[in-house]
């Protein structure tokens, strides 16, 4: 059993490394490659693996063997450029042929061109899966729709700590099915290491949560007392700037934009990671625990 994880240093692929290390601990010949630009790099329990999204030579080397790949878009760059890693990948996958992806869209909803989520990078990985899939590679589609760790950026966390407030571009009555990073790597385990997994699987809390019981989860974590405030997609991103650049806080301000008119941020249990894969996203409480977050 050989798996290759993209990012594995970064906030997705990292807990999805972990988690395989930690799955594979003691079985005979079992090997995780951990994707990284930096040769000195080195993960307690799996092989580095030094490739690039931008050369189709190293991606294949990567993923010869492979009985599973991890990979999501990198959450910088812009859509030509992500496009062309796209189209990388497709082209070491095919050379290489592992025998199975498992994508995390990080958000961006596929196959659904209504949705407020289906966004620039929609095409980029619709057309990289269904290459993957004409190639005869099994795929798993995760997608979670917000990430609980954006609640974790400074101008957010810093309100409610200090103030006691829980700002966000969200109408406060708008129900979100929100997930983690960790939710999102016990998916990936789980569809990595099955005989046979789902071609997709949704990732987020059931029942989706609105933004005034996200205050309460995080007012009995703090044991105080925590109000939601929504504030303008426009300021949220102005705020944001100074941290994850102008460029991506324009593409953050977009996105909650598109959600004023949501009326939810959910999916059907059915399509669910419980239902799918036996896994269930953490709560808000749960999250925060695991995290350890104080």
Known sequence: MTYTVHGATGAQGSPVLAGLVAALAGSAGAEVR??????????????????????????????????GVFFHLPLAGDTETLAGYAHNVLAAARAAR?????ISTSGTVIGDATSPLAGPNTPVLSELVDGLRAEGIAVTVLTPRLFLENLLLPTVLSGVKDEGVLRYPLRADLAVA??????VADAAVAALTLDVAPDAVDIGQIPAITGIELAEAFAEHFSRAVTFE???????????APIIGAGAAAGVSQLYTGLES??????NSATGSTAALGITARSTRAWLTDLGVN
């Open 178 to 183: 929100w997930s983690s990073h960790l939710d």
């Open 262 to 267: 949501a009326d939810s941020v959910a999916f």
């Open 98 to 102: 592992p025998s199975r992806f498992v």
């Open 34 to 67: 951990a994707i990284t630009r930096n040769p000195d790099q080195t993960f307690e329990g799996a092989n580095t693996v030094v490739a690039d999204n931008a050369s189709v030579d190293s991606l294949a080397d990567a993923y010869r063997g492979a009985d």
């Open 230 to 240: 929504a504030v303008t997609p426009d300021a949220f991103g102005a705020s944001i």
